[in-house]
């Protein structure tokens, strides 16, 4: 499936991410989290083609992915959402989800253009995806209502059902619970189980631990770029390193007054 090997970053002299090894495993939820700015987006930018890798490399069912193009890496079954909403606020909920299912497999509108031949194919490709996407997600009932006019949480919900629309073995979710009330959050967290209870990978960037504590099998932690810890939820919470990276931080989970589990890290 999805693994990255020494997998790094490098902006000028600042080293976003160094030297992450690790692999998702095939039908579990991986959660991604540590303080602000430590590497978790970019990291997803990496694994869904947005930024090439300055080191290490990605692969996919063992072929190497690392610095391929976004629709190149949707083709082959890897898609993401991002972490503030990228809606079409006047379009319905149903053409957001088309309109993701053609940015994401488009190498652009030139390339859209030059196959016109195919676009009434494609059109109706589309538009199935993303109705069967929208049922996925709970919101075919809502299909034609227009984004702007849905809660926050139905929004989260056709953000999910965009990236869902071109078919993936493997989401990736940054933040999906982000500007959510606790309520539309345990929401969010059962429809991510449903859908990892149909078969799909999940990748899940989150700040406060104690909401992937109850939901993920497997945790990664990120401090300044580097993998600190790895492993099953209520073993990380326990590592000292990681502790110490989020009492340390101040863009971490204790100023946002998330409770922490028993005994674990408060984070
Ligand atoms: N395009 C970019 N150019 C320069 N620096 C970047 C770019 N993208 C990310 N970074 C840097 O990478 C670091 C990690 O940021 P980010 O991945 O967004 O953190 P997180 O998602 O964990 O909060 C930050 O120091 C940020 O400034
Ligand atoms: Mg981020």
Redesign the pocket.
């Known amino acids: 499936m999805l693994a990255f090997e020494r997998l790094g970053i490098r902006f000028g002299g600042n080293q976003a991410v160094q030297d992450v090894t690790g692999s998702l495993t095939p039908g579990k939820i991986t959660a991604i989290i540590g303080p602000n700015g430590a590497g978790?987006?970019t990291f997803f930018n990496m694994l869904s083609g947005f930024y090439k890798p300055t080191s290490g490399v990605i692969t996919l069912s063992g072929q190497p992915i690392s610095g391929r193009p976004t629709h190149e890496v949707v083709a082959r079954g890897v898609a993401r959402t991002f972490?503030t909403t990228t809606l079409y606020k006047n379009l319905s909920a149903l053409e957001n989800a088309v309109l993701g299912h053609r940015v994401r497999t488009k190498a652009g509108l030139l390339d859209a253009l030059l196959r016109s031949g195919r676009e009434r194919h494609d059109e109706s490709e589309s538009l199935k995806a993303a109705h069967h996407a929208l049922e996925r997600v709970g919101l075919e009932r809502k299909a034609h209502v227009t984004a702007s006019l849905l809660s926050q949480e139905e929004q989260k919900r056709v953000s999910i059902a965009s990236a869902l629309a071109t078919q993936p073995s493997i989401l990736l979710l940054?933040?999906p619970a982000g500007g959510l009330n606790p309520e539309e959050t345990a929401r969010l967290m059962d429809l991510i189980r449903q859908l990892v209870g149909a078969g799909l990978t999940v990748a899940l960037?989150e700040h406060k631990m104690n909401l992937v504590m109850g939901l993920a099998d497997q945790v990664m932690v990120l401090h300044h770029g580097q993998l600190i810890a790895q492993g099953p939820p209520a073993e990380v919470s326990r590592n000292p390193a990681v502790i110490t990276a989020y009492l340390g931080s101040h863009g971490g989970g204790g100023q946002h007054g998330q409770s922490a589990p028993a005994g674990g890290a408060s984070v």
């Open positions: 978790k987006t972490q940054d933040e960037i």
